[in-house]
C-alpha cells in the first residue's frame, strides 16, 4: 500500500479573507482537498494569534467568521480534517516537547520574527519567538509531508525539518522530513500602493475581501491607483490585469484554465497603448462579483447559523484529536514521561 501524502496547512484568524489570501492560499487548499491524491488537514490556528494585539473578543469573532469564509469557499469538512488549533490541545504539548530540541539561534534567524517584532515594537513576546515551534507541532502532530504556503513560509517550514531531525536524532527516528509545496501563486498587490503586497494591516482601501459586495468591490477599484509613472505597465496596472486574469470566466490560471478573452483583450490594449483604466476596472469589478457571487450567498447563510459553525468544528477537532492523542502517546513514551 503506497502511503497517502499528507498535507497541513493553518491560517491565522484574521477575520474577513480577502483576494491576496485566497488566490495565495485557500483557492490552491480546495483544489489540493479536491484532488482526492492528499489527506488534507487545515487549521485556524489561534494559538498563534495570541502572539499579536487583537482583543479576545475581536478574536473570538474572527475565528467564526474565519471558519464560515474557508467553508463557504469550498473546503469541505468531509474531505479534510477542518478545525481550531485550541480545539486539540495537544498542538502546546508537542510545541513545549519541542522547544526543549530548538536551539534558540535558529530562532533569531527567522525573518518573520524579525519582521514582527518591528510591526509590534511594544510586544516582542516569547510566543512570538517560538512561533516556529507551535508550527512545527502543527505540522508533525499529523505527520504532515506537505505544506502548501506561499514563500514568506518557506523558512518555517524547513524549521519544521529541522526540529524533527533533532528529536529523531535525540530520540527516534519517528518524524517524517516535511516539505513545503510551492504553487505558482501570482502576486496580489494592495490596490492604493501597488508596490506593498495586499495586506488588511495597510488599510480598508487596500484590499478587496471575498464579502465585499459589488458596489463595494467597485467603489474600491475606482480608487485603485493605476499609471501614476511608469505608463501602462506601471505595478498598479499590472495588478489590475493579474486580477482580471484570475478572475475571468475562463481564467483560473491556478487550475490550469486558460485566458479569458476579456482579459486578452485588455492585455492587447496595453500592449499597444489604447488601454483605458475606467473600463479595465469595470471589467473588474463585474468578473469578482461574478467570482464571489456563491461565495457570498453561502457566507451569509453560515454566519446566521453560528451552532451549525461550530458543530462542523466541533466534528472537524475530534477527527485531528484521535491522531494527535495517538502521535502525544508515541511521543511521550519517546522522551521517557509516560
Ligand atoms: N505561520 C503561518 C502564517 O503566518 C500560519 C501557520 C500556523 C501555518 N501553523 C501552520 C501554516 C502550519 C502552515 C502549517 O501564515
Known amino acids: 500500500m503506497t502511503k497517502k501524502k499528507i498535507i497541513y496547512s493553518g491560517i491565522q484568524p484574521t477575520g474577513n479573507l480577502h483576494i491576496g489570501n ?9 483544489a489540493l482537498q479536491n484532488s482526492g491524491e492528499y489527506e488534507c488537514h487545515f487549521c485556524i490556528v489561534d494559538y498563534h494569534s495570541l502572539t499579536g494585539n487583537i482583543s479576545a473578543k475581536d478574536r473570538h469573532d474572527q475565528i467564526i467568521r474565519t471558519a464560515a469564509e474557508l467553508l463557504a469557499a469550498g473546503i469541505d469538512p468531509e474531505k479534510s480534517v477542518f478545525y481550531v488549533q485550541s480545539h486539540v490541545p495537544e498542538h502546546t504539548e508537542l510545541a513545549w516537547i519541542f522547544n526543549t530540541v530548538t536551539p534558540i539561534a535558529e530562532l533569531e534567524r527567522m525573518t518573520q520574527f524579525k519582521d514582527k517584532s518591528q510591526v509590534q515594537a511594544k510586544n516582542i513576546n516569547a510566543g512570538l ?12 502532530l499529523y505527520h504532515g509531508t506537505h505544506v502548501p504556503v506561499g514563500v514568506d513560509q518557506v523558512q518555517h517550514v524547513e524549521l519544521t525539518r529541522d526540529v524533527a531531525r533533532w528529536f529523531n536524532k535525540k530520540y527516534d527516528k519517528y518524524f517524517p522530513e516535511t ?35 459589488p458596489e463595494v468591490v467597485e467603489k474600491k477599484l475606482k480608487k485603485a491607483v493605476t499609471a501614476t509613472e511608469g505608463g501602462d505597465k506601471a505595478p498598479g496596472v499590472e495588478n489590475l490585469l493579474t486580477l482580471l486574469e484570475q478572475f475571468s470566466a475562463q481564467g483560473g490560471s491556478a487550475l490550469g484554465g486558460g485566458a479569458s478573452d476579456v482579459y486578452n483583450k485588455f492585455k492587447e490594449s496595453q500592449e499597444d497603448g489604447s488601454i483605458r483604466y475606467g473600463d479595465l476596472k469595470s471589467a473588474l469589478s463585474q468578473e469578482i462579483a461574478n467570482y464571489f457571487a456563491d461565495f457570498r450567498t453561502k457566507r451569509n447563510e453560515l454566519l446566521e447559523d453560528h451552532d451549525k459553525i461550530a458543530e462542523i468544528l466541533m466534528s472537524g477537532a475530534k477527527k485531528a484529536s484521535k491522531t494527535a492523542m495517538e502521535t502525544m502517546e508515541d511521543v511521550r513514551k519517546m522522551v521517557g514521561i509516560r
Open 22 to 30: 485566497y488566490l495565495g492560499a485557500v483557492k490552491n487548499w480546495v
Open 129 to 140: 519567538f517560538t512561533y516556529p515551534v507551535l508550527q512545527a507541532a502543527d505540522i508533525l
Open 179 to 213: 516539505k513545503a509545496l510551492l504553487t505558482e501563486i501570482p502576486k496580489v498587490m494592495s490596490l492604493l500602493e501597488p508596490v506593498k503586497k495586499m495586506s488588511k494591516s495597510l488599510g480598508e482601501g487596500h484590499v478587496i475581501e471575498l464579502a465585499d459586495e
